[in-house]
């Protein structure tokens, strides 16, 4: 078994951490969700429980080549698994990314936003990173939302898949 250092890191309500084999069931909520799955499936369809395996696998993995990635975010008063967020920079991206996915029975409590502050205070005071984007889906207000929250605005728009998505974003200093 190859064992992956990655930091743990924590706010008042969250505990962003490695993923475990247990958040997969979690993980098979998030992707047959036919509301949460418009907006972060290529076809935006809900997926099954092999999609939601090799989504996770796939964030693990990232860690590995990169040295970093996202974490599963944890509500630290129930020690449920919520969902993922952070440093994101797949090989087809078109650029630097902090990027987000709550389970929707925890949407409106405000974990998004929260867990994204503190990844992108992570991307630029360890990683580095003097500009960060988020690639969201339209017609997702909720996450528009979020970036907004979190300092960026509209910078763009990238063609995945035939489709536009828009790209928000910030410059992190440096």
Same mark, same amino acid.
């Not at 630029?124 to 339209?138: F, N």
């Given at each position: 078994?190859?064992?992956?250092? +990655? %930091?743990?890191?924590? @706010?008042?309500?969250? !505990?962003?951490?490695?993923?475990?084999?247990?958040?997969? #069931?979690?993980?098979? &909520?998030?992707? #047959?969700?036919?509301?949460?799955?418009?907006? =972060?499936?290529?076809?935006?369809? %809900?997926?099954?429980?092999?999609?939601?395996?090799?989504?996770? @696998?796939?964030?693990?993995? /990232?860690?590995? $080549?990169?040295?970093?990635?996202?974490?599963?975010?944890?509500? &630290?008063?129930?020690? *449920?698994?919520?969902?993922?967020?952070? %440093?994101?920079? %797949?090989?087809?991206?078109?650029?630097?990314?902090?990027?987000?996915? +709550?389970? !929707? #029975?925890?949407?409106?409590?405000?974990?998004?936003?929260?867990?994204? *502050? =503190?990844?992108?205070?992570?991307?630029?005071? @360890?990683? #580095?990173? @003097?500009?960060? =984007? /988020?690639?969201? /889906?339209?017609?997702?207000? !909720?996450?528009?939302?979020?970036?907004?929250? =979190?300092?960026? &605005?509209?910078?763009?728009?990238?063609? !995945?898949?035939?489709?536009?998505? /828009?790209?928000?974003?910030?410059? $992190?200093?440096?």
């Amino acid at each position: 078994m190859i064992t992956l250092r +990655i %930091p743990r890191i924590e @706010t008042s309500r969250l !505990r962003l951490r490695e993923f475990v084999e247990g958040d997969i #069931e979690t993980m098979v &909520k998030i992707a #047959e969700d036919p509301e949460t799955s418009r907006f =972060i499936t290529n076809d935006g369809l %809900p997926k099954d429980r092999e999609h939601a395996w090799r989504t996770m @696998t796939n964030l693990m993995g /990232h860690w590995a $080549l990169r040295g970093y990635g996202m974490w599963a975010v944890e509500e &630290k008063a129930s020690n *449920r698994f919520a969902g993922y967020v952070g %440093p994101y920079f %797949p090989e087809t991206w078109p650029d630097k990314e902090i990027g987000w996915t +709550i389970a !929707r #029975e925890f949407w409106g409590r405000g974990f998004a936003t929260e867990a994204a *502050r =503190i990844a992108l205070e992570y991307a630029r005071d @360890t990683l #580095e990173w @003097t500009k960060v =984007i /988020h690639v969201i /889906h339209p017609d997702n207000w !909720r996450s528009i939302a979020v970036a907004e929250r =979190i300092g960026s &605005k509209r910078v763009g728009q990238w063609m !995945r898949g035939g489709k536009p998505l /828009h790209l928000y974003g910030q410059d $992190l200093g440096g």
